[in-house]
């Protein structure tokens, strides 16, 4: 998992690449593409989906350290080789429950289980950062796949764009 701390604001600047916003502070990107975000949670996992685009950060949160994950998919499957990487920019990130990281990867059903496929995890006990960017690879997502992030974390997001480099 990379974490990059050193890019322009906004994710701009990375040369060759062209940016597709998905959410950028609270607006979603709805169109045929993305077709908007998924939320699923755990009995005590919440989000601020309802209510984000009024302060422009995605919130996931959970009321109980052993059962309250939530996970953000695309609304429509990405096509495989569509995209590189997700680039996404952490606010904030706290994880204190052992087992129970942040995850990116691919699903192919929304629900509130993790990814399966071409999973990256960040956070695993006691982890918390704040202001970074993170990038995330597709190259094992298939199509038939959501991509799709989550966990029973607290963490707050006000970018996320997908990144395809110009060959």
Not at 25 to 37: A, I, N, P, R
Not at 67 to 92: E, F, K, P
Request: glycine fraction near 12%; include cysteine.
């Amino acid at each position: 998992m990379a974490v990059i701390n050193r890019l322009p604001a906004g994710g701009a600047g990375i040369k060759g690449s062209t940016l597709f916003p998905w959410m950028v502070e609270g607006e979603v990107d709805t169109s045929e593409t993305f077709g908007g975000l998924g939320v699923n949670a755990e009995a005590n996992g919440r989000s601020n989906v309802s209510t984000m685009a009024e302060d422009g950060y995605l919130r996931l949160y959970n009321t109980s350290g052993g059962n309250g994950r939530v996970v953000i998919t695309t609304a429509n499957m990405i096509t495989q080789y569509a995209y590189d990487y997700v680039l996404m920019h952490i606010v904030s990130l706290t994880t204190t429950t052992t087992n129970q990281p942040l995850t990116w990867g691919g699903k192919n059903a929304k629900s509130a289980a993790a990814p399966t496929v071409g999973v990256y995890t960040l956070g695993n006990g006691s982890t918390s950062f704040s202001d970074k960017w993170v990038a995330v690879p597709l190259v094992m997502i298939t199509d038939g796949n959501y991509f799709a992030f989550g966990g029973t974390i607290d963490c707050t997001i006000d970018k996320i764009y997908f990144v395809k480099v110009k060959n």
